[in-house]
């Protein structure tokens, strides 16, 4: 297998319909917010069935991981302090810098969703230049996490300073969550939905 992403190798496949059970429900569950029961049915056909959500159909294949990641990703994605915009723009680097043309192409669509128009992102995928304030700072707090496993302690610093150190701390687990995801998601093949922003 080469690192091109256009073509990779499925390693790992999304639960089919047969396989989903009251474990595999209880964990999309959580991320949606509601018991597992109330879960529509994989291939009902509904907005939210299991089988439109390769991502999902993946972790489920362990439901009790799945279910205690989804309940912490599930908490930075929507009751996290750090602004959408500022959290898009930290997980498109990852998926830029870690070669994750699903994550590209997922969150290119959440980002442009979040309000960050198509012209940052454009700009981020050639690196910091026409950023500014704390969009670069975010930007090269994530770089410095990407290259040396940590966050400089001036950058460290003049984080907690403009974002306070609650989100300041989420933006370090961000990066964190999705350079794990980028790494497994590679690993098993998982390509963008058809149509998806293409990695740069």
């Known amino acids: 297998m080469t690192d091109d992403d256009s073509t990779p190798r499925q390693t790992l496949t999304p639960l089919t319909a047969d396989q989903w059970g009251d474990a595999e429900y209880a964990a999309f569950g959580v991320l949606l917010g509601i018991p597992g029961e109330k879960v529509p049915r994989a291939g009902s056909g509904h907005a939210m069935d ?12 362990h439901p009790e991981m799945a279910r205690a990641f989804l309940t912490f990703n ?18 498109l680097r990852v998926a830029k ?17 979040s309000g960050v128009p198509q012209e940052d992102i454009t700009r981020l995928a ?14 090269a707090a994530t770089d410095e996490m990407l290259a040396d496993g940590r ?8 984080l907690v300073a403009a974002l306070d ?18 790494m497994a998601f590679r690993t098993w093949g998982l390509a963008p939905p058809p149509g998806s922003a293409p990695l740069p």
């Open 50 to 61: 299991p089988l439109k959500f390769d991502i999902i159909g993946l972790l489920a294949r």
């Open 74 to 91: 599930g908490f930075l994605l929507r009751r996290g302090e750090l602004s959408p915009r500022l959290r898009e723009l930290a997980i």
């Open 97 to 113: 810098t870690r070669r994750s043309a699903f994550f590209w192409g997922e969150h290119t669509k959440v980002a442009v969703e």
């Open 126 to 139: 050639e690196g910091n230049e026409g950023f500014s304030g704390v969009d670069l700072l975010v930007l």
């Open 151 to 158: 966050v400089q302690a001036e950058t460290w610093e003049h």
């Open 165 to 182: 150190t609650h989100a300041a701390m989420e933006l370090i687990f961000v990066v964190g969550t999705y350079t794990m995801l980028a």
